[in-house]
Every structure is written in structure tokens, then in C-alpha cells.
């Protein structure tokens, strides 16, 4: 086994300890760091990901994975080029208006982060006009609004409506989930994807970015 595939391994099985040591082991043998990321870390991440749609695993082995590739991610840092393309574009992630929910929220950060999004994550109850504020940076290709009660689908709506609205519209794409939320309701008001978990959602947004 190389050690890229070994910190695959130890990333898919939560290893967060044994991470660090392995990544600094793969760069004293010659290993690309870039290819230690994207091989070792978000492939593994995407397989994890596979496996949680597959219920094969639950949302505690994908957090422990997905903070395992975190561990493994800051050890790389130091030895990414300035001009290493580390990440696949930002996303900005954020619960609506009235909603205090963050759970959800919080895992699909934690999955954006290990596609490969460097992630804004706007907190909860947050207002539409501030979605539309971080939506303008032109390093955004994804916004993520989520809603947990159906009392506040209004509120998503309200803030979808606003992003469509923006004059970048054409430069990111919104995606909504959540437990009320379905896939007609999202085409009904006109976000670009619906998604039932935090796996879909990172496996999505990277399809965007990447094709």
C-alpha cells in the first residue's frame, strides 16, 4: 500500500491522530502534495460519502472522517505552493431567517469542506439580504440555504427569490435542503438543487463546479 493510499485509508476509518504523521511521512518520501490532498483526502472523503447514501455508515463515521481529513488538511498547508489550487471554489452555507437549527447546517459544511469548497458559513438565523451580500463575492459558485421548520420555508423563499435576483445570478448555483424541504418546493422556487443529506449536497456542489 503507498502512503497515499494509506491516508485514504486512515481518513475513510476517522484516524484523526495518525493523519498528521502519515501526511508529513508521504512528503518525506517525494509525494506531490497536491496529489496527497485530492487522493489521499477528498477521494477518501467521496467514498466515506458513497458509503453514507449506501447507509452503510451513519453521520458519526462521516464526522469523524470528515475531521480526520481536516487534521490531515492542515498538516498539508505548509507544503501547498502558494499557487496550489487547494480549493474547488467557495460556498456559502447558512440556516434562514427565524431558523435556529444548525446540525444539518454544520455537516454539510463539514462535506463541502472535504469536495474541496473553501466554506463560508453564515451561522443560523440569518437574514436573506445577508445571503445575498456573501453571494456577490466572485469566488462563490455555491449557496446552501437550509430550513428545518416548515414555518420558515416562506423564509427560504424569500431568499431565493433575492439571489435570483443578484447580478452574478449566473456565477453560482443555490442549492436548498433540510427536513420540510422537498424536490418540488425547490424547483417551485427556483433554487438549482434539492438534497436529502450532507453527501448528496458535497457530491452535488463538487458535479457543479467541476462538470
Known amino acids: 500500500m503507498s502512503k497515499i493510499e494509506e491516508i485514504a485509508s486512515m481518513v475513510e476509518r476517522g484516524k484523526a ?9 508521504a512528503i518525506a518520501e517525494g509525494c506531490d502534495p497536491v496529489e496527497i490532498l485530492n487522493k489521499g483526502m477528498i477521494d477518501a472523503m467521496s467514498v466515506v460519502g458513497e458509503k453514507f447514501q449506501r447507509n452503510e455508515i451513519f453521520v458519526p463515521e462521516m464526522l469523524v472522517a470528515a475531521r480526520a ?7 498539508l498547508k ?6 496550489a489550487n487547494v480549493s474547488i471554489g467557495k460556498a456559502v452555507v447558512g440556516t434562514v431567517q427565524g431558523d435556529l437549527h444548525d446540525i444539518g447546517k454544520n455537516l454539510v459544511c463539514l462535506m463541502l469542506e472535504s469536495a474541496g469548497f473553501l466554506v463560508q458559513d453564515l451561522g443560523v438565523d440569518v437574514p436573506k439580504e445577508r445571503f445575498l451580500e456573501a453571494a456577490a463575492d466572485p ?6 440555504v437550509s430550513a428545518l421548520l416548515t414555518t420558515t420555508m416562506p423564509a427560504m423563499r424569500d431568499t431565493v427569490a433575492l439571489l435570483n435576483e443578484a447580478p452574478n445570478r449566473a456565477d453560482f448555483k443555490v442549492m436548498v435542503g433540510g427536513a420540510p424541504i422537498t424536490a418540488e418546493f ?7 438543487a434539492y438534497t436529502t443529506d450532507a ?7 463538487k458535479a457543479f463546479v467541476t462538470g
Open 199 to 205: 453527501a448528496s449536497c458535497a457530491s452535488v456542489a
Open 78 to 83: 505548509p507544503h501547498l505552493g502558494s499557487d
Open 186 to 192: 425547490a424547483a417551485e422556487i427556483g433554487a438549482d
Open 139 to 144: 469566488e462563490v459558485k455555491i449557496v446552501g
Open 17 to 25: 491522530k495518525l493523519i498528521p504523521g502519515l501526511v508529513e511521512e
Open 69 to 75: 481529513m481536516k487534521k490531515g488538511v492542515e498538516a
